[in-house]
């Protein structure tokens, strides 16, 4: 079954209509006269109810075409531009070269010229008169169908950029390679026949993630250990994966759900797979600090708020979280990150409003990177001292 369009009639003498035939049912004397001001007001406003309706149906496609586009990528064909090769001739061998973005124009079979542009940089070399046969590729600037066919062997092609040493271009057969972009319905055709094929089950460790959170509201984020045995934590262990789990606190999931995630799974995935489940690796970080208040700020407030950016930064509910994405569902992203980075704290500190500078810090009475348990590796935040020098 393909795309099915939810059918609108947006033709307005037929919307006026209907509301005749409403009053009609209201008032059965009433008749609609052409010259009276109600019967005006009637098409004037199934006039505008019309072009509503016609944005309408389009929002509909629209939606669906962002759908398949973002959500399950699959992407429209764009248009492509059609391309020839051409041989240009030269009024003199002192060495040229034919610079990309050069316009030359093709009459098509109604005089219309059709313009093109060199697709890229040609030169001829010193004692040459010409390029080699087909050397210089030119590319429709509207890209579509309508530059296809073209011209042909031998076929002589306009300057529409005039170039005095240029003598003449030629073709070398006629131009293809165009082709209109996928509409609407024909997009969305494909798309209902792609949808159809989908399978549910997980294949990538990512899907394996993904389906762990449409299997409780309590899990808040979930990452997925590929080749992960944790009953003997070996690491090569061929169609098997660990799911790790936790709420928005950050905690493990209770045993429940962890066997609701093994059913979920097992039940969805390829024959022979096998699926564990397993509690974060969690490591306390302690973190101790001097710092120099800027000019103008309370000492006491920018401490508070350099341990409140340093208990968020090691919280086990936001470690991990993917800051390539932007959007809200980055509560949701887990990357496994093995260390807690000596330089990172320093640059968290810094940009905390009031702080000048940092002057000294330790994580962990220590001056150096501090390696996580791993894997499915989380922080949290131990004590936490801020000093003002």
Do not use: C
């Given at each position: 079954m393909g795309y099915i369009r939810v059918p609108l009639d947006t033709n307005p003498s037929d919307l006026a209509q209907d509301v005749f035939d409403y009053i009609n049912g209201q008032a059965p004397q009433w008749i609609p006269s052409e010259g009276n001001l109600d019967v005006w007001i009637i098409r004037a406003v199934a006039q505008m109810a019309s072009e509503l309706r016609?944005?309408?149906?389009?929002?509909?496609?629209?939606?669906?075409?962002?759908?398949?586009?973002?959500?399950?990528?699959?992407?429209?064909?764009?248009?492509?531009?059609?391309?020839?090769?051409?041989?240009?001739?030269?009024?003199?061998?002192?060495?040229?070269?034919?610079?990309?973005?050069?316009t030359v124009g093709i009459i098509d079979a109604n005089n219309n010229v059709i313009p093109f542009q060199v697709a890229n940089d040609v030169t001829v070399p010193n004692g040459s008169n010409q390029t080699q046969a087909g050397e210089v590729i030119i590319r429709a600037i509207l890209p579509g169908a309508q530059g296809n066919a073209l011209g042909g062997a031998g076929a002589a092609i306009q300057l529409i950029?005039?170039?005095?040493?240029?003598?003449?271009?030629?073709?070398?057969?006629?131009?293809?390679?165009?082709?209109?972009?996928?509409?609407?319905?024909?997009?969305?055709?494909?798309?209902?026949?792609?949808?159809?094929?989908?399978?549910?089950?997980?294949?990538?460790?990512?899907?394996?993630?993904?389906?762990?959170?449409?299997?409780?509201?309590?899990?808040?984020?979930?990452v997925c250990i590929d080749l992960y045995?944790?009953?003997?934590?070996?690491?090569?262990?061929?169609?098997?994966?660990?799911?790790?789990?936790?709420?928005?606190?950050?905690?493990?999931?209770?045993?429940?759900?962890?066997?609701?995630?093994?059913?979920?799974?097992?039940?969805?995935?390829?024959?022979?797979?096998?699926?564990?489940?397993?509690?974060?690796?969690?490591?306390?970080?302690?973190?101790?600090?001097?710092?120099?208040?800027?000019?103008?700020?309370?000492?006491?407030?920018?401490?508070?708020?350099?341990?409140?950016?340093?208990?968020?930064?090691?919280?086990p509910a936001t470690w991990g979280q993917d800051p390539s994405i932007l959007e809200a569902s980055i509560v949701e992203s887990w990357i496994d990150i093995p260390k807690v980075y000596f330089n990172e704290v320093i640059t968290l500190i810094s940009n905390v409003a009031g702080v000048d500078r940092v002057i000294s810090l330790t994580l962990n009475g220590g001056t150096v990177d501090i390696s996580l348990t791993t894997p499915a590796s989380l922080t949290k935040p131990g004590t936490v001292t801020v000093t003002d020098a």
């Open positions: 016609d944005l309408a149906t389009d929002v509909q496609d629209d939606i669906f075409r962002y759908f398949g586009a973002t959500l399950v990528g699959l992407q429209p064909i764009d248009a492509t531009a059609a391309q020839g090769n051409t041989t240009w001739y030269l009024n003199d061998s002192l060495g040229h070269t034919i610079s990309a973005g050069t950029d005039v170039i005095d040493w240029v003598q003449r271009v030629e073709l070398t057969g006629p131009t293809a390679g165009g082709a209109d972009a996928e509409d609407d319905i024909t997009y969305l055709n494909r798309l209902a026949r792609y949808m159809q094929r989908l399978s549910l089950r997980p294949i990538l460790p990512a899907d394996f993630a993904a389906m762990t959170l449409d299997v409780d509201p309590v899990i808040q984020r979930a045995n944790p009953a003997d934590h070996t690491t090569n262990n061929q169609r098997m994966v660990t799911i790790v789990a936790i709420d928005s606190a950050g905690n493990d999931v209770p045993q429940v759900v962890k066997n609701e995630i093994i059913s979920y799974l097992q039940a969805n995935r390829e024959v022979n797979f096998i699926v564990n489940t397993m509690a974060p690796n969690y490591t306390t970080v302690s973190v101790t600090t001097t710092i120099h208040v800027a000019t103008g700020y309370d000492t006491t407030s920018v401490n508070n708020a350099v341990i409140g950016a340093i208990n968020n930064y090691l919280s």
